[in-house]
């Protein structure tokens, strides 16, 4: 009887080792994991940056190109805020008409959108 309580405690703190073990393990792999996280968000971020200044370059570039052969971006850049005025309100009133058809066609368009920038 007294081997078996022996053998018992020993299995018991074997078992016990093994989960302290496992959880030390596990905090580990989490650390490592919010490190990988955080290095990936500021990578994200740069690359984010890099991004928007490389588009805003591209649009000073072709505003420059287009005054250069006579047109105005400047009327452009109005006629686009007049027509999506607009865009919005009929936006709005279809949205308040039909919110299902409205919500179908927006599923529809993430959808495709997905697809499309997971390429």
């Not at 287009?66 to 009929?90: F, N, P, S, W, Y």
Request: glycine share 10%; charged share 25%.
């Amino acid at each position: 009887m007294a081997r078996a309580k022996a053998d018992n405690d020993t299995t018991f703190e074997a078992v016990g080792e093994a989960a302290e073990s496992m959880g030390d393990r596990a905090r580990a792999g989490a650390a490592t994991a919010a490190d990988l996280a955080s290095e990936l968000a500021g990578k994200a971020s740069a690359a984010s940056e890099a991004a928007s200044e490389a588009a805003a370059d591209i649009a000073q570039d072709v505003s420059a190109r287009l005054k250069a052969v006579g047109i105005d971006t400047e009327v452009m850049a109005g006629a686009a805020k007049d027509q999506l005025g607009g865009l919005r309100q009929m936006l709005a009133d279809e949205m308040q008409s039909r919110p299902l058809r409205t919500l179908g066609l927006a599923a529809a368009a993430g959808i495709v959108l997905g697809f499309l920038s997971s390429r």
